[in-house]
């Protein structure tokens, strides 16, 4: 097993240099023909600053040099094989966050990408055969790390709340004239990337709490609302912000189907920001008792009224804003 993850390991070492060393000399060679160039030359190759195909060498040299010293018959200590598997959990995540990101939003693929993300798969997918026979020392060695999961939990938490908060305080400012300028739209992709990486953390920690604790209806409950924030972020991210740009106009009846995203804008902005405050506030609903259907039908019901709030203050500005545009 260790000498297949080695393998992968170079082999994702390999493609992330050839990405890097294209990029440099300005190569544009897909194996089965695809745009590469527009894929690397996005600004969704570069993750808070750094570029992918630096991540994938730093994550692969990880990967080949740790399995390159288990092949001479070290056995790693169970902290070692938690962080194994902690980072090619993360990897793998991010590997389907990118994949989805050429396929919705750039609406291109990159084969170098994709071979990339094919590798961190199996790698995921081998240290997971590879850690299974190890997972009681590996559970002894989580729960003396209980406070530093509950740190990096906590973490993700801060990151992606103030983050998501940040983003719906400038997007509704920004909507309020229907104008939406380039700079504006990259602020929205590096406060997003922010909101992904808290939630990577919250995934990852979360992960590792699920395991050492005792299963209770709080458990369960934010288990369904980090599942929840995955789907709402992921429509954010991948048709939410894209169509941004449709609102950017300045016209004196706009559209029906711009108003229509305006409305889902302003409903999909509530319901993430509701969950992410729920989550935040989940730990402290633990003293009164709810059951997991009480704690659900509580979060459904503020959901739809958080939702129709959203819709109200949006019907009130476009009245404003018609009838400032018949003066």
Partial sequence: MNIAIFIVGIIGLAISYKILYNKKHE??????????KKVLDSKHNNFLGIPNEINGLMYYGIIVITYGITLLEFEPLPSLKAFLLIIAAGAFIFSIYLTLIQGFQLKNWCTWCLGSAV???IIFILTLL???PYMDGILDFLITQRNTLSAVYSLGIAL?????????????RFLNDFKLTKKEKDVFHYITQIVWFG???ILLAGLGLFFIEKPSPISDFRTIIIILLVLIEGIITLFIIPHLSKLSVRRKVLSEKLWS?????????????????TLFISDYLSPLKFSLE??????????????LASQILEAKDTNVYLSEQKK
């Avoid at 992606?160 to 509704?172: C, E, M, P, V």
């Fill in 199 to 201: 939630l990577i953390m």
């Fill in 294 to 307: 009480e704690l659900l039908f509580l979060y459904t019901g503020f959901i739809i009224t958080s939702i």
């Fill in 27 to 36: 190569i544009n060679v897909c194996p089965i023909g695809s745009n590469c």
């Fill in 119 to 121: 590798s961190s798969t």
């Fill in 261 to 277: 995203w305006r409305n889902a804008v302003l409903a999909i902005g509530a319901m993430s920001i509701f969950s992410w405050y």
């Fill in 130 to 132: 590879y850690i299974i």
């Fill in 160 to 172: 992606g709340l103030g983050s998501i908060t940040t983003l719906y305080f400038l997007l509704y």
